[in-house]
């Protein structure tokens, strides 16, 4: 089976441009999050995302925003982007979003770099 | 509020060598507890978890436990290998977070392993 994909893998944008990321989960799970990893560090949390509501959002400005789709398929998208918003993308599929004892597959990233 | 807390890197071993990353954790509750591993330039990949107390998870040769009188679920394997060498990210999760349901992953910076022949 295939695992969470994301696309584009990499992206070059200039400051004050917008951005939209996309995922999509294993089949069958109905819960995405966001994770933005700057370098050097541990992946934060942005959005979770079960059965296209919003269940959970990280300290990130209204600038980010994401919104989930019927097949389950998750869009992250950043407005007016700034260089400190350069950062590995994560998305994250789980089955459900009842619980700590989920477990969270990650999918490879996609790599924005803010010029 | 909740938080990891990992030893620094990088930890440079020889291959064969054993090998203890540490990893310490701050829960307003009793969370889950994780070990993810990151090679260069991918995503992440669960290694390893345990969901309460004294449990021990395990994968391809790593161990941790999950410690709640120290707070802790150091990552350990009797004999490293040179395709060890990746970041190593441990990370909680807790019920019911961010609110009614969820499961926010914390993480902590990360410990890159450096495994030399």
């Known amino acids: 089976d295939a695992g969470v994909t994301q696309s584009p893998t990499h992206l070059i944008k200039t400051r004050g441009q917008h951005v939209t990321l996309r995922c999509s989960p294993i089949?069958?799970?109905?819960?995405v999050s966001w994770y933005q990893q700057v370098l050097g560090q541990g992946p934060q949390f942005i959005f979770q995302?079960?059965?296209?509501?919003?269940?959970g959002r990280g300290n990130f400005p209204d600038r980010f925003s994401a919104r989930q789709f019927p097949n389950y398929s998750s869009e992250l998208n950043v407005n007016a982007l700034l260089l400190g918003d350069s950062a590995l993308y994560l998305c994250?599929?789980?089955?459900?979003?009842?619980?700590?004892?989920?477990?969270?597959?990650f999918g490879p990233g996609t790599r924005l770099l803010v010029l | 509020g909740d938080s990891v807390t990992q030893m620094e890197g990088p930890v440079t071993l020889s291959e064969e060598a054993f090998l203890t990353i540490n990893c310490t954790y701050t829960?307003?509750?009793?969370?889950?507890l994780f070990w993810y591993v990151q090679y260069p330039g991918e995503g992440l990949q669960l290694l390893l978890k345990?969901?309460?107390?004294?449990d021990k998870g395990s994968n391809k040769g790593f161990e941790a436990t999950y410690r709640k009188e120290t707070t802790s679920f150091h990552l350990e394997k009797g004999s490293v290998q040179v395709s060890d060498s990746a970041v190593y990210f441990c990370?909680?999760?807790?019920?019911?977070?961010?609110?009614?349901?969820?499961?926010?992953?914390?993480f902590g910076t990360g410990t890159q392993l450096k495994v030399e022949l």
């Open positions: 990370a909680l999760s807790l019920l019911g977070y961010p609110t009614g349901g969820g499961n926010k992953l914390t």
């Open positions: 089949s069958g799970h109905k819960s």
């Open positions: 994250a599929s789980s089955l459900g979003a009842g619980g700590s004892k989920e477990t969270q597959y």
């Open positions: 345990a969901t309460k107390a004294d």
């Open positions: 829960a307003t509750g009793y969370p889950s």
């Open positions: 995302y079960y059965e296209k509501e919003e269940r």
